[in-house]
């Protein structure tokens, strides 16, 4: 029985009792006027993500969907204490394997996971990141299965996205509906901007004197996240460059401007390992600062998330997390991940290739819900094509049940229905640990799809934590 | 300001004014091919010509060529089509560097021509023209009227007057010969056409009557394209905005470059020559001449803000 985050009308629960009484008064022919009149102010603004080479308009704007997620006060906190626990048991984990590597020796994971995984970087070993910080913005995927049944679905230690939408949907919702936020009882989440500037000034490199100078590194306009680095770079007075603009010179990195070149202290990048640095990394590239990870290693400037964070949000890795908090933390997980059945093991494997029918298999580096087998929704042609993949490279995939998502209402084609939802909150890591009341709430516009991904048909929703349990 | 940010800005401005310059381009060969007598053939090459778009002598350059080439080819930087494109693609690179009254006026319609075919065009050719215009004008009013006058303003001024300092100069080029004193014979049949039309094309029919009254001479046409300093398009006018802009960079900075140099003596060149001289030493040389420097300056400029 799929678990309804908002309950069945007469039992409404109290998170949700605001929104319940707003879809009421505001009935179903106005709701949908209004939804037609968000999704100009979101063209409006330019929030689009960009699909090349499929045709179509090229910016597309994902689906916002008006009604609200809510989060009550103690369902929060104790998401909060989560996923704080996580991101800083992640952040030992990688300082770990890029020194004494404690974790491995204990034998609480086998080694060649690690060392022989294309996201470990052996350039980092040793190295000291200021802060002792590798990923400073960790999104954590959660998914809710029943009241207190969460579960974290994924890590996302490099440079997870989606933190704009978080943003401007509460910005679109605070334009159209003022009543709903005049009470005060829905926590604001503006103060991410502010948390991210501090965190990226908090991990400054040693040669930086005087106020850090601030960079957002972008691929470019086409980059499906263009806009999002854009508007971050807006929010935290960063600049916004490009590789081209930026070049090293006395182990500093700098960025060409109209008054000749300047110093860049701290560079948020949103580009992946593989283009930071040809001399580095990859000869063949043209993109990317020839000299960057020097300039990095000697304390000249600092990379966020650290070059090589990567190991720690492999969902291949994801499955000792756990195991990860009990060893650094030395407390038990609140919250805990969805079974994970790794292919690599033996029994595992035999258990998922009789049960295909029932898993969702996924690449362990695979991404945006492209390359995985959803095994109920899949045909026996499908499941034979797949399994013969699996055999070929059986370390290559993990496994986990079909999970039966909650669901929040949602406005469909002039009616509301539940749908499926997931979560992604973005916890911020410097000196201290910073995390917005708030997140990213994706959801399947499909009746009945489990798929939330923006590239697949999926949408957002603004996401309310409250200051109580319930408002009303 | 990043230079890269200079850039795009600089081009962006650069290629509003072309979508502006090439419609009205558009305009002016659309009306020269309604006269009776004229052959369109030639008339259509000119404006090709004129939008400094190069085709072979072989090749064919009529109507469907034309409107191929300056309204609907993708990616060419010529077309209108894609001078809103890549306006909008610069925009969009420095989105947060734009007012969002600019953003939203470069946003409007964008993409009105994608995919559009020749029969379309053609049917409602003038609709399309004024609707070039109206979007230029919407984003240069945009500007005018909520942009902060520092250097992000400045450097997209400078591509804007470059790019029309051009535009006028290649319409001259084409358009000399009807032009040269030794043809001036007032108020000719197909001359007067061709005056009025080059007139339309630069938008200066009704400024031309204010200014100099009594019937079309060439030489006064040619007075106002190059060397009016009252008249928005002509060279003297844009030589003039962009070296004050240029002057107000050097300030701003505190720093001077080549370009300063070159642009002050262009300004200068233009302030002090007159229609005498230019004829003396050849109308045709001297338009050459200068859309070289106009060219030259704009490396200049280029390369002294590193884009």
């Known amino acids: 029985m799929t678990y309804d985050e908002m309950g069945p009308p007469g039992a409404v629960r109290p998170p949700y009792e605001l929104v319940a009484q707003w879809i009421e008064d505001m009935g179903m022919s106005l709701l949908d006027l209004r939804a037609k009149e968000a999704e100009a102010l979101f063209r409006r603004v330019g929030i689009t993500f960009a699909v090349y080479g499929e045709g179509g308009d090229p910016e597309r704007l994902i ?47 086998p080694e060649e996971l690690v060392l022989q995984n294309p996201a470990f970087l052996p350039q980092m070993i040793g190295f000291d990141p200021p802060a002792r910080v590798y990923s400073h913005v960790v999104g954590i995927d959660l998914v809710r299965m029943g009241g207190d049944d969460f579960a974290v679905l994924e890590d996302n230690c490099r440079t997870p996205s989606g933190v704009s939408y978080m943003l401007e949907n509460r910005e679109i919702m605070m334009r159209m509906f003022p009543d ?24 400054a490199p040693p040669a930086c004197r005087e106020q850090p100078s601030l960079a957002v590194l972008t691929p470019g306009p086409y980059n499906s996240a263009y806009y999002e680095h854009s508007f971050l770079a807006d929010q935290i007075g960063a600049e916004l460059v490009e590789a081209r603009d930026l070049f090293v010179r006395d182990g500093q990195v700098w960025r060409r401007t109209t008054r000749g070149p300047r110093v860049v202290d701290v560079i948020y990048r949103r580009i992946d390992d593989d283009f930071l640095d040809p001399l580095a990394f990859r000869p063949d590239s043209l993109l990317g600062i020839p000299g960057l990870m020097h300039a990095y290693l000697s304390g000249g400037v600092t990379i966020c998330s650290a070059p090589g964070a990567g190991i720690a949000d492999d969902k291949a890795i994801y499955t000792y997390v756990p195991e990860m908090i009990r060893f650094y933390l030395g407390e038990e997980p609140i919250l805990p991940n969805v079974q994970t059945y790794r292919l690599s093991e033996k029994d595992d494997y035999a258990y998922v290739i009789e049960h295909l029918d029932e898993l969702v298999v996924k690449e362990v580096d695979g991404s945006g819900g492209y390359g995985m087998l959803i095994g109920p929704k899949s045909t026996q042609e499908e499941r034979d094509a797949y399994r013969k993949r699996i055999e070929a490279d059986p370390a290559g995939f993990i496994a986990q ?9 949602t406005l469909c084609g002039g009616s509301i229905g539940p749908r499926h939802v997931d979560f992604r909150p973005y916890c911020l890591v410097g000196k201290r640990i910073r995390l917005t009341p708030g997140g990213l709430t994706r959801v399947a516009l499909r009746e009945g799809s489990l798929v939330v991904n923006s590239s697949q048909g999926g949408g957002v929703k603004d996401t309310w934590v409250l200051t109580e349990d319930s408002l009303c | ?68 080439a300056l309204l609907l080819e993708p990616e060419s930087g010529s077309s209108i089509l894609s001078c809103m494109q890549l306006a909008r693609f610069n925009g969009r690179a420095e989105r947060t560097a734009l007012t969002s009254a600019m953003w939203d006026a470069l946003n409007d319609n ?17 609709d399309h023209i004024d609707f070039a215009q109206r979007w230029a004008g919407a984003f240069r009013g945009a500007m005018d009227t909520t942009m902060l006058r520092n250097d992000r303003y400045g450097f997209i001024r400078l591509g804007s007057h ?27 049949g197909r001359d007067l056409y061709q005056w009025t039309s080059l007139l339309l094309a630069s938008s200066g029919l009704r400024a031309y009557h204010h200014l100099y009254k009594g019937d079309f001479a060439p030489w006064n046409i040619a007075d106002l394209l190059a060397l009016n300093r009252t008249f928005p ?34 300004d200068h060149k233009l302030c002090t020559a007159t229609m005498g001289d230019i004829f003396t030493d050849g109308l045709f040389e001297w338009v050459s001449e200068t859309l070289y420097d106009v060219l030259a300056l704009s490396d200049l400029i280029q390369e002294a803000y590193g884009f």
């Open chain 2, 162 to 188: 470059i790019e029309r300092a051009a535009m006028t100069l290649r319409l001259l080029k084409v358009k000399y010969l009807v032009l040269l004193p030794e043809r001036d014979v007032i108020g000719g």
């Open chain 2, 110 to 126: 964008w993409r009105r021509f994608d995919g559009m075919d020749y029969r379309t065009a053609s049917r409602a050719l003038p």
């Open chain 2, 233 to 266: 398009r002509s060279v003297a006018f844009c030589f003039h905005e962009v070296n004050t802009t240029l002057k107000d960079l050097a300030q701003a900075y505190g720093q001077n470059h080549p370009c300063h140099e070159m642009s002050a003596a262009l």
């Open chain 2, 1 to 68: 300001m990043l230079s890269r940010t200079a850039g795009n800005l600089y081009w962006l401005g650069r290629y509003v004014e072309r979508a502006d310059a090439t419609s009205r381009l558009l305009g002016m060969g659309a009306r020269m091919t309604l006269v009776p007598g004229a052959s369109s053939r030639d008339d259509w090459r000119s404006v090709l010509e004129a939008a400094g778009v190069e085709r072979p002598d072989s090749s064919e350059s009529g109507r469907p060529e034309a409107l191929q």
């Open chain 1, 180 to 203: 709903l936020f005049a009470k005060g009882g829905i926590r604001p989440v503006d103060t991410y901007a502010e948390d991210l500037r501090r965190t990226l000034e908090d991990v």
């Open chain 1, 63 to 109: 689906p916002f969907d008006l009604v609200p997620r809510v989060f009550g006060r103690s369902e929060w906190d104790r998401l909060d204490r989560g996923i704080r626990q996580r991101a800083s048991a992640l952040n030992a984990f990688l300082y770990d394997v890029y020194h004494r590597r404690e974790f491995l020796r204990a034998g609480h994971m």
């Open chain 1, 401 to 409: 049940p079909t999970l039966d998502l909650s669901t929040t209402p």
